[in-house]
């Protein structure tokens, strides 16, 4: 097990310098510092001596890869290459262009993501999966036709319109919930009820309509009708069966994203004002701010990574079939 | 005027050419042709396919674009404005010139908002009152008499409805006929005496969809996307039918140019990812080893990657190229355009991943089975082995995963403009239309047409897309083969 888990961590390692060097060339060798120095200066302020500065002032004026001006190791290290995208592995982002330490900002900004993220998740997988089952037993009847339209309907419904949709009802015409922003502890947990409920909705279309097709495809198979064979009720069959072995596909689906959770939501963080990690990317997107933009492509990819690992360790603990192999 | 050829056009154009001359070849192939007719026995999946088709009409359009001449000085040389008109655009004129002021509600015949107005009393003086003034166009045919607007509307809608009724009923009777016919020449004018029966038959038959392809569903969904269209048609001359935003721009025209971006999206993306990812998952599990290795490595650092990180990564970097040279284009419809075209290759350079691995882990089953391995064994190249008897066998993911995308990328788009790494802010789509009008919910009295109308046509778009990719599944599906 732990020469397996040993294993993979160590294929982790060329994907995530894979990452690196893509995110690299997509921001320094597409466009030259030149080219962002000019667009966050503005068409008017642009000066070859303005341009410098900027460059200065983050440390784009040094070459890409080889510095040949400076001596010994610091050829390597005095490079944008090195500054900037080989200290990520480190844990250094650098600053943002507020001037603030974007690993700081990180850090604090976690709290609110999770707040929001972890109960969705959670709630939402337990009312998917209910659902589906609920669906899953009433198979063949009308429930189960109309569930199904229903699951199509909503996940043909853009996301956008379940937050604007659920503002606007709860918030502007029920008044029971405030619009948007983010409070201190227990005071926190009435800005959390609708962005928690809202992300619940706007998933339940997609994922019951994946897991109720496991369900199905496990009731089909022989032990199910061995069950059914030996008197079992169809409830002891679905839940003490059917249940335990669709959560294999169900579960080890869902662990690759656990990590991503700490991302947040982009459209959900920004749409009700949650300083978290998501609103933060929003708005570095709007700002055209790189270092943030960069720094959280590679957070992800590492957390994505993070969740491949788990992924496969879970198979393993889950599947006997898998662990004694 | 002078035609037009914008990138994304050419590109439609030849997805149209790609997707005849996909249709010709799998008519031709037994196995495809059995499970298209499955797939047009489907009910749900023949209605949503009408549905589709009134969209690509609106889209196909929306891509001939001209640049009309301006009104030329005598002995010059002919000049063409900067402005690129679609045909759509000339179908829709009056929609697109009869601006008002600002917000005005759907079938309005007052503006939104009160102003101040001179009002002339019947004796010559004019007094200033606050109060809502009538639009510019929407119900200006009506004149004082605006207690009449009502009786106008019902009044259209019905003579409208009336016509889309006719139309519809021709087309049932076209319909019935050709299965009275049952094989013989459509074409055959003159109905021979006798015949009347079989055509009351065949009518009876398409009735009760007792009919090879689902007829009846096609008629329905028809005759609904008819009515609303007359009805629309019909009262769109003279009234803002789903009333205008907020520099006055009418709605209904907005929602109609969203279209075509929408199809650009859904369609044109998947014009970068299948060549990606169909040869590079087959060619991963057909040779394996290191070609394998490789392959696998490129697609999960690419997948490792959240999505719509690396869209906006891309994105910004493309803003700043087309920022730094304006000198590429010569009309901002052109920019807009390339922008466009722009975000669906780097949507399909993010997004082939997934279909990448599904045919690869298909090719490795393949390549196990005797017919390969005899193929193999007789000397047959390892290009032709790929060519003539993997692709073939793997069509038919190839064609679900072509259909399911499509509605997952019409939705990305308004969230990818919402966040602000979409489409140019000048081109109209669903998600600059969302973006724009999210706001006016906040205001008194709620401003709701614009959002509505966007998030309607939409979900109409997608669920179409969603029951015509479930058709397509189940009939292509051979886990599902009855």
């Not at chain 2, 929407?138 to 016509?163: F, K, T």
């Amino acid at each position: 097990m732990l020469a397996y888990i040993v294993r993979r961590l160590l294929y982790a390692i060329p994907i995530l310098i894979g990452v690196n060097l893509l995110t690299f060339a997509l921001f320094f060798v597409v466009n030259t510092p030149d080219d962002m120095a000019r667009m966050q200066l503005g068409v008017k302020r642009v000066t070859p001596e303005a341009i410098e500065k900027w460059k200065a002032e983050r440390g784009y004026d040094k070459p890409l890869f080889v510095n040949g001006a400076a001596a010994g190791v610091g050829a390597v290290t005095e490079t944008i290459f090195f500054e900037k995208s080989a200290r990520m592995f480190a844990g250094d982002f650098g600053r943002a262009e507020d001037g603030r330490d974007i690993a700081r900002e990180i850090r604090t900004r976690m709290v609110p993501s999770l707040a929001i993220a972890l109960p969705t998740f959670v709630l939402g997988l337990f009312v998917t999966v209910s659902f589906a089952l609920l669906l899953a037993f009433f198979r063949a009847t009308p429930l189960d036709f109309w569930g199904v339209v229903l699951c199509v309907a909503m996940m043909s419904i853009s996301g956008l319109f379940y937050i604007i949709g659920g503002q606007y009802l709860f918030s502007k015409i029920f008044r029971l919930v405030p619009i948007s922003g983010f409070g201190e502890g227990l005071d926190a947990l009435r800005f959390l009820v609708l962005p928690v409920l809202i992300g619940v909705v706007s998933g339940i279309g997609s994922s019951t309509r994946w897991y109720r097709t496991i369900f199905l495809e496990e009731i089909n198979k022989d032990y199910v009708r061995t069950a059914r064979a030996k008197g079992l009720s169809e409830t002891a069959v679905l839940f003490g069966h059917v249940l335990r072995n669709a959560l294999i596909p169900i579960l080890t689906g869902v662990v690759v994203v656990i990590p991503l959770l700490f991302m947040g939501s982009l459209l959900t963080e920004s749409f009700f004002g949650i300083p978290g990690l998501g609103s933060y990317t929003i708005d570095a997107i709007n700002a055209q701010d790189f270092a943030v933009v960069r720094a959280m492509v590679f957070i992800g990819s590492v957390l994505y990574i993070v969740g491949l690992i788990l992924t496969d360790i879970s198979y393993t603990l889950v599947d006997p079939r898998i662990r004694f192999n | 005027m002078q035609p037009v050829l914008l990138w994304s056009d050419l590109f439609i154009w030849l997805l149209v050419a790609a997707g005849v001359i996909g249709a010709w070849w799998s008519a031709r192939q037994p196995l495809l042709a059995a499970a298209w007719a499955r797939v047009g026995r489907s009910r749900p999946g023949m209605a949503a396919a009408t549905l589709l088709a009134a969209f690509a009409l609106v889209g196909l359009l929306d891509s001939l674009h001209y640049r009309p001449q301006l009104p030329a000085k005598d002995g010059e040389k002919a000049a063409y404005s900067i402005e690129v008109l679609s045909v759509l655009d000339a179908l829709l004129t009056p929609l697109r010139t009869r601006v008002e002021k600002t917000y005005s509600a759907p079938l309005a015949t007052r503006a939104y908002a009160k102003e101040m107005l001179e009002i002339r009393q019947p004796d010559g003086s004019v007094v200033k009152q606050r109060d809502y003034p009538r639009l510019r166009h929407g119900g200006a045919a009506l004149g004082d008499d605006e207690g009449r607007a009502g009786a106008d509307i019902a009044g259209r809608a019905l003579r409208a409805l009336a016509v889309a009724a006719l139309v519809w009923l021709a087309l049932c009777a076209l319909v019935a006929r050709r299965i009275a016919g049952h094989g013989a020449p459509a074409a055959a004018s003159i109905e021979p005496a006798g015949e009347p029966l079989a055509f009351g038959a065949a009518w009876c038959r398409l009735w009760r969809g007792d009919t090879a392809f689902a007829w009846n569903a096609v008629l329905a969904t028809l005759g609904i996307v008819l009515a609303i269209a007359c009805v629309l048609a019909g009262l769109a001359g003279e009234y803002h039918v789903f009333g205008t935003d907020k520099v006055g721009q009418d709605v209904l025209y907005q929602v109609l140019k969203s279209v075509r971006t929408a199809l650009v999206i859904g369609l044109v993306t998947t014009l970068v990812t299948l060549p990606l990812a169909v040869f590079l998952g087959i060619v991963a599990g057909y040779f394996r080893g290191w070609i394998d290795d490789l392959i696998q490595y490129l697609y999960t650092t690419l997948n490792s990657i959240p999505g719509v990180l690396l869209i906006a990564a891309a994105v910004l970097m493309m803003q700043v190229v087309i920022d730094t040279h304006p000198q590429w284009f010569a009309t901002a419809a052109e920019r807009a355009d390339l922008r466009l075209l722009a975000l669906c290759f780097i949507l399909g350079l993010t997004s082939w991943t997934g279909l990448a691995r599904l045919l690869r882990g298909e090719a490795l089953k393949l390549r196990e089975l005797e017919y390969v391995q005899a193929a193999q064994a007789f000397g047959v190249s390892d290009l032709r082995i790929l060519g003539r008897h993997l692709l073939p066998n793997l069509m038919h993911i190839v064609i679900i995963a072509l259909v399911m995308d499509f509605s997952g990328l019409v939705l990305a788009e308004a969230v990818l403009s919402y966040v602000g790494i979409g489409v140019d802010p000048t081109m109209i789509s669903f998600g600059t239309m969302i973006n724009n009008a999210r706001m006016e919910l906040g205001r008194e009295p709620v401003v709701w047409w614009s959002l509505t109308a966007a998030f309607a046509f939409m979900f109409v778009l997608v669920l179409a897309a969603n029951l015509l990719a479930d058709a397509v599944r189940d009939a292509f599906d051979p886990r599902m083969a009855r």
